[in-house]
């Protein structure tokens, strides 16, 4: 198991390797890659409250989490 250290540097690698990678889409995957090092096993815990709605949003208002396309 990665030490919190670990993930918080292995994040940053992602971020910086291909962070700068043209297209929205491109971006979207490196967020997604990057929240799936940094919670490890509650990335679809962490991802389904995401998309549920907030207060004062409409009951029926549900999100979707777009783990965009890799470079």
């Known amino acids: 198991m990665n030490t919190q250290s670990q993930r ?7 971020g910086i390797r291909y962070g700068q990678i043209d ?3 491109h971006k979207m995957w490196v967020i997604d ?3 799936r090092v940094l919670t490890g096993d ?5 991802i389904e ?8 949003d409409e009951d029926q208002e549900v999100y979707e989490w777009d783990g965009g396309i890799a470079p």
Request: hydrophobic share 40%; proline share 4%; glycine share 12%.
């Open 33 to 35: 890659q990057m929240i």
């Open 8 to 14: 918080i540097g292995d994040a940053v690698a992602l």
């Open 49 to 56: 409250m995401a998309c549920k709605p907030e207060e004062g």
């Open 23 to 25: 297209g929205s889409h």
């Open 42 to 46: 509650n990335y679809d815990t962490i």
